[in-house]
């Protein structure tokens, strides 16, 4: 049975890309997990993608595939391409190569410049080739990302398709654990999410499964979710890994042994 | 900085290899943990490798960074090929795909016919470009692994020069925490690490690093460990990964929970 993986990096300019990246330099460690080392993108490096996808930064599961949005942001957002018509024509990179750590990493560090040159680089290498129909950004720090980007990039990439939908695991973080609360902001997400599908439906020139659009409910559907493919993770992963399951945690018992800290459980279900 | 990393099999014949690869049907679950995937090579792919050194399956933090003999046993083997001359021209594979599970894993299936097909079609892509000044097999299973393959490749890579050498943690798994009997252990390895590197070193018509032989002593000198380079891993892996320390841990209270869990602490001194 052929198992596809992603080979990652292996051409320039991200070859050069994923060689020389920043380090506690730049990304101080007090607001950022740098020592569980950088994580660079998940999707098409060979100029094929058609839609590129801003995340914020990677989860703990994702320091072990070492491919972003694997985990459940991944599945929502997957779930997204899949209903404009792109089920592989996709590169996703984050707003940050770590982890954030605390509340207020990630706003504290948004304008520091080492940090937007050199994700700036990776967008002009993901842009240049211009056969984007579009560009997401998830969440406002990704907004942010785009809108720096923007404005040192040629007129017409700056003007491509573009859309900031909600962050897929805001109705998680914006609730505090109360089941009412969540759904009513999963129902606002959704609601966000259908405002940029059909603004950018109809701009998808090249989907990979063309087909009419289908909006989402006020709570996701089982059809909503989609699986992360094998074709997007390093060779040999087993499947799990790719599962929405939570498979990967911080644990310990202080903030320095859960920064330090990662305990991988299979999920039963795999 | 730049930081090399590896590309993995991206080339074939490593690449069908790595996206073809034997699952259950092959590697029974009660003597395999399948669940973790497949861990192929560590090395050069590219067919720049001049030592080619057969393991035997990988151990825990080798699930995390996909590349075998990255731990303790890498560390050992690593030096032993540096008192060859050799820092970056060989490549590693394993006599098992999967890491062994229980006791008598390895021995009971070490002549599956299917286990050995596929293994024998990563020896035949990594000595037909015949390139190699020796072969290097970690303990029994490994010299049982090189003496299958060689009954079936031509009399020029059969007879290329061979070395069995006695397993780098068979002292920590012959001793069961005993520091008396360890140390005897090691002592007795080394004296066969010496007499093997006697035979290999003059044969090394490659080496990366030309010069004299150093023996080992009755225990391990610290410049008797070599790191693991940075070339070795996937773009981006933390260079804690590549320590000596035993970062890598399946942990749980039940014999269930422990096939589903490892843990991963940044070693303190990281």
């Given amino acids: 049975m052929a198992h596809d993986f992603d080979p990652g990096p292996i051409a320039e300019p991200f070859l050069t890309l994923a060689r020389d990246y920043p380090g506690a330099e730049t990304y101080p460690a007090d607001a950022f997990r740098v020592e569980w080392g950088p994580i660079f993108h998940r999707g098409r490096l060979d100029g094929s993608a058609r839609v590129l996808v801003i995340g914020q930064d990677p989860a703990a599961s994702e320091d072990i595939t070492r491919r972003i949005l694997v985990g459940a942001a991944g599945h929502r957002t997957q779930g997204f391409l899949a209903k404009l018509g792109i089920d592989h024509s996709y590169v996703m990179i984050n707003t940050f190569l770590y982890s954030v750590y605390g509340q207020q990493g990630g706003e504290q560090h948004k304008n520091d410049a080492a940090i937007i040159a050199y994700r700036n680089s990776w967008l002009a290498a993901l842009t240049e080739p211009a056969q984007l129909d579009a560009v997401i950004a998830l969440g406002q720090l990704a907004d ?87 074709a ?39």
Same sequence: chains 1, 2.
């Avoid at 942010?144 to 017409?156: A, H, I, S, V």
């Avoid at 903030?255 to 039963?268: C, G, L, V």
């Fill in 144 to 230: 942010d990302t785009w809108n720096k980007f923007k404005t040192q990039t040629e007129p017409g990439i700056a003007s491509l398709p573009y859309a900031h939908i909600t962050h897929p695991t805001q109705p998680e973080s914006s609730s505090g654990g109360d089941p009412q609360k969540l759904a009513q902001a999963v129902t606002a997400m959704l609601t966000n999410w259908n405002t940029a599908l059909q603004q950018l439906h109809p701009l998808i020139a090249h989907p990979d499964v063309p087909g009419p659009l289908t909006l989402y409910g006020e709570a996701f559907a089982p059809g909503d979710l989609a699986e992360i493919p094998e």
């Fill in 232 to 270: 997007d993770l390093p060779p040999g992963l087993p499947d799990w890994m790719r599962s929405p399951v939570a498979w990967a945690q911080r644990t310990g018992t202080t903030a320095t042994e859960k920064r330090a800290t990662i305990t991988i459980t299979i999920p039963s279900s795999a």
